[in-house]
């Protein structure tokens, strides 16, 4: 699937149908963009991955009667890690660094100095994460020290090794 691979830093770009939650958390934690949400059923989530080139993820059995369905994946599983290892299978995943998104809005996350996030933390978070990233959508904080070492874990186990690129 040569073909599918991107230039270097080009990173697949997802539209995920409602009923793959965690698929599409998952997608966010490598970095990919993911267009997922209550707003994005039926025709509203095919008329995005169409305008929007993204890759459409869906158990949806109706959608695949679209003659005119664009590029998409039809996601077997009902378990999110067989979930993750089909889309690895058929795509590249990762090439960006881990937590870089929003996981809630999608949206890139923007480096905030220590002193904007003193009361938004734990005191012992303040104390010993080496950098904050914050969500200019609705606030939410990450300071990505602390999920990395779970999260590269839970990735390794379902086969999918993650490599950042510099
Ligand atoms: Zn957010």
Same mark, same amino acid.
Not at 102 to 123: I, S
């Given at each position: 699937?040569?073909?599918?691979?991107?230039?270097?830093?080009?990173? %697949?770009?997802?539209?995920? *149908?409602?009923?793959?939650?965690?698929?599409?958390?998952?997608?966010?934690?490598?970095?990919? *963009?993911?267009?997922?949400?209550? !707003?994005?059923? =039926?025709?509203?989530?095919? =008329?995005?991955?169409?305008?929007? $080139?993204?890759?459409?993820?869906?158990?949806?059995?109706?959608?695949?009667?679209?003659?005119?369905?664009?590029?998409?994946?039809?996601?077997?599983? /009902?378990?999110?890690?067989? %979930?993750?290892? %089909?889309?690895?299978?058929?795509?590249?995943?990762?090439?960006?660094?881990?937590?870089?998104?929003?996981? *809630?809005?999608?949206?890139?996350?923007?480096?905030?100095?220590?002193? %904007?996030?003193?009361?938004?933390?734990?005191?012992?978070?303040? /104390?010993?994460?080496?950098?904050?990233?914050?969500?200019?959508?609705?606030?939410?904080?990450?300071?990505?020290?602390? !999920?990395?070492?779970?999260?590269?874990? $839970?990735?390794?186990?379902?086969?999918?090794? !993650?490599? $950042?690129?510099?």
């Amino acid at each position: 699937m040569a073909e599918l691979v991107g230039a270097p830093g080009e990173v %697949q770009r997802f539209a995920v *149908d409602w009923m793959l939650g965690r698929l599409a958390r998952w997608l966010r934690i490598l970095g990919h *963009d993911v267009a997922y949400g209550r !707003h994005l059923r =039926d025709r509203t989530l095919v =008329d995005s991955a169409r305008r929007e $080139e993204r890759l459409l993820l869906t158990r949806d059995t109706r959608l695949l009667r679209d003659p005119h369905l664009p590029r998409h994946l039809f996601v077997e599983s /009902d378990h999110f890690r067989e %979930q993750l290892r %089909q889309v690895a299978a058929a795509v590249p995943l990762g090439g960006a660094p881990l937590l870089t998104r929003c996981l *809630d809005c999608n949206r890139p996350l923007d480096e905030v100095p220590r002193d %904007q996030v003193r009361d938004r933390v734990p005191p012992y978070v303040w /104390d010993t994460a080496p950098r904050f990233l914050a969500c200019g959508r609705c606030g939410r904080v990450y300071w990505p020290a602390t !999920h990395r070492a779970h999260m590269l874990r $839970e990735l390794a186990a379902i086969g999918i090794v !993650h490599e $950042e690129r510099a």
